[in-house]
């Protein structure tokens, strides 16, 4: 179920949805791949899909912009949002998780043959509500007076991506389910944070939060149903494989309060919060 690398011997028609996405992926514009995404999921319902053609990965992924500087996270500089700079700099960090999990869509996509339409249908509908989450953030941070790339940016996101190419189960694992969980848990306390700080803008940063967390419930559950998806096919227990998975790829530790409302309603059953709730 992993893309390899070799083209399949029947070359895709032009308008098909994995080759297209391929192409916004390599786009380092962050306003034309919104464009881009945003195109594929006004045709998401005419666009034909080849499961079964696999692509070879071509260089330059993903396309991202020269600026902001990629950093690891133990090197990123502490602001407080209770400062204008501190508050953009915290937008900023958000937008570019945003940006990230664009390419992350994007990339599950193109990625991984031999799953059903409704797969491939799902991740774009995922990407499109990223590209939003992103412009909104975006259109906030200009609207201050910054922009995205005025700082510095980990790499986080996209080093699970990377690490998990070569396996469809592990990507749903991983990146789904434990780094964007992760923000199910992580928004509701910057919320609470925002509020305090007396601000327009942090307020509209409160609203636009409500936005992520509500799509970002469903961007789980859709990385929850793949992975019990391909668990089934290969006859494997999803809390166990889950775990050797994390073991495997090295998955970071999860840190509470859990947000356990939120991942209930993205499909975590009761086995798994204890689980998750234990190791927080």
Same mark, same amino acid.
């Not at 070359?11 to 195109?39: F, I």
């Not at 799953?115 to 953030?137: C, G, I, N, Q, T």
């Given at each position: 179920?992993?893309?390899?690398?070799?083209?399949?011997?029947?070359?895709?028609?032009?308008?098909?949805?994995?080759?297209?996405?391929?192409?916004?992926?390599?786009?380092?514009?962050?306003?034309?791949?919104?464009?881009?995404?945003?195109?594929?999921?006004?045709?998401?319902?005419?666009?034909?899909?080849?499961?079964?053609?696999?692509?070879?990965?071509?260089?330059?992924?993903? !396309?991202?912009?020269? @600026?902001?500087?990629? @950093?690891?996270?133990?090197?990123?500089? @502490?602001?407080?949002?209770?400062?204008?700079? !501190?508050?953009?700099?915290?937008?900023?960090?958000?937008?570019?998780?945003?940006?990230?999990?664009?390419?992350?869509?994007?990339?599950?996509?193109?990625?991984?043959?031999?799953?059903?339409?409704?797969?491939?249908?799902?991740?774009?509908?995922?990407?499109?509500?990223?590209?939003?989450?992103?412009?909104?953030?975006?259109?906030?941070?200009?609207?201050? /007076?910054?922009?995205? !790339?005025?700082?510095?940016?980990?790499?986080?996101?996209?080093?699970?991506?990377?690490?998990?190419?070569?396996?469809?189960?592990?990507?749903?694992?991983?990146?789904?389910?434990?780094?964007?969980?992760?923000?199910?848990?992580?928004?509701?306390?910057?919320?609470?944070?925002?509020?305090?700080?007396?601000?327009?803008?942090?307020?509209?940063?409160?609203?636009?939060?409500?936005?992520?967390? @509500?799509?970002?419930?469903?961007?789980?559950?859709? /990385?929850?149903?793949?992975?019990?998806?391909?668990?089934?096919?290969?006859?494997?227990?999803?809390?166990?494989?889950?775990?050797?998975?994390?073991?495997?790829? !090295?998955?970071?530790?999860?840190?509470?309060?859990?947000?356990?409302?939120?991942?209930?309603?993205? /499909?975590?059953?009761?086995?798994?919060?204890?689980?998750?709730?234990?190791?927080?």
């Amino acid at each position: 179920m992993t893309a390899t690398p070799a083209f399949s011997n029947t070359a895709p028609p032009a308008s098909e949805l994995r080759q297209l996405t391929l192409h916004a992926l390599l786009e380092p514009d962050p306003a034309q791949k919104v464009l881009l995404v945003q195109s594929l999921q006004a045709q998401a319902t005419t666009l034909a899909i080849a499961p079964n053609a696999s692509f070879s990965a071509p260089p330059g992924l993903p !396309g991202c912009p020269q @600026r902001p500087e990629l @950093r690891t996270h133990l090197d990123m500089p @502490r602001r407080s949002p209770f400062t204008p700079e !501190g508050l953009a700099a915290l937008l900023h960090a958000v937008a570019h998780i945003e940006f990230n999990a664009i390419n992350l869509a994007l990339d599950a996509i193109w990625r991984f043959d031999a799953m059903p339409l409704a797969y491939y249908r799902d991740w774009l509908k995922v990407a499109d509500e990223e590209a939003l989450h992103f412009s909104l953030l975006r259109a906030l941070l200009q609207s201050m /007076g910054y922009d995205y !790339g005025d700082f510095p940016a980990h790499t986080g996101l996209w080093d699970m991506t990377q690490k998990t190419e070569g396996d469809v189960l592990a990507r749903m694992a991983l990146v789904p389910r434990t780094l964007e969980a992760r923000g199910l848990d992580a928004t509701p306390p910057m919320q609470a944070k925002l509020r305090r700080v007396v601000s327009p803008d942090a307020l509209r940063a409160v609203a636009i939060l409500d936005i992520l967390l @509500r799509d970002e419930i469903g961007h789980v559950a859709i /990385g929850n149903h793949w992975y019990r998806h391909v668990c089934a096919l290969r006859g494997l227990e999803p809390l166990a494989t889950y775990a050797a998975l994390s073991q495997q790829y !090295g998955a970071p530790r999860l840190k509470g309060p859990l947000n356990l409302e939120a991942r209930r309603e993205a /499909g975590f059953d009761a086995a798994e919060l204890a689980l998750l709730s234990a190791s927080a």
